[in-house]
């Protein structure tokens, strides 16, 4: 009987041990796949869509040098929040009324205005792809 107990102890020990490994690495293999604003996010296309938006809908409040300190502000938090709250609140005299499309490119060129390198594949509009990219100081 305590040869069973030992064994029944064992197993719960390894069946613990698994766990944590699982858990530990699946978490490990997260953090590395997480993307940043510093991995050519977006296109020059999109952003070059968000410039002509953002002359129409957001220059009359917010000059060009406006969204460095928002972005230094933001950093370490998600786009998909950033995402959200611009959404929400922008532009200011009717929020929420541009297409989500618009929202992603006007993003777009504020990454390039805030001097983000461009890239081959455009900005999502998915929320669990904005959730992952994480707002971080521009490399240079």
């Known amino acids: 009987m305590a040869q069973k107990k030992t064994t029944s102890n064992l197993n719960k020990t390894l069946v613990g041990s698994l766990l944590f490994l699982i858990v530990f690495f699946s978490n490990s293999l997260l953090a590395e796949t997480e993307l940043t604003t510093n991995d050519n996010i977006y296109t020059k296309t ?6 002509t938006l953002y002359k129409d809908h957001c220059l009359l409040c917010h000059d060009k040098k406006y ?24 532009p200011e005299t009717n929020p929420g009324s541009l297409l989500t499309k618009e929202y992603i490119d006007i993003m777009a060129y504020m990454l390039s205005l805030n ?8 900005l999502s509009a998915k929320s669990e792809i904005l959730n992952s990219i994480s707002i971080e100081p521009r490399k240079r």
């Open 115 to 122: 001097r983000y390198a461009s890239g081959e594949k455009e």
């Open 46 to 51: 999109q952003a070059k869509s968000g410039e």
């Open 67 to 90: 969204f460095r300190p928002v972005f230094k502000a933001w950093e370490g938090q998600s786009l998909g929040t950033f995402f959200l709250v611009m959404n929400a609140s922008m």
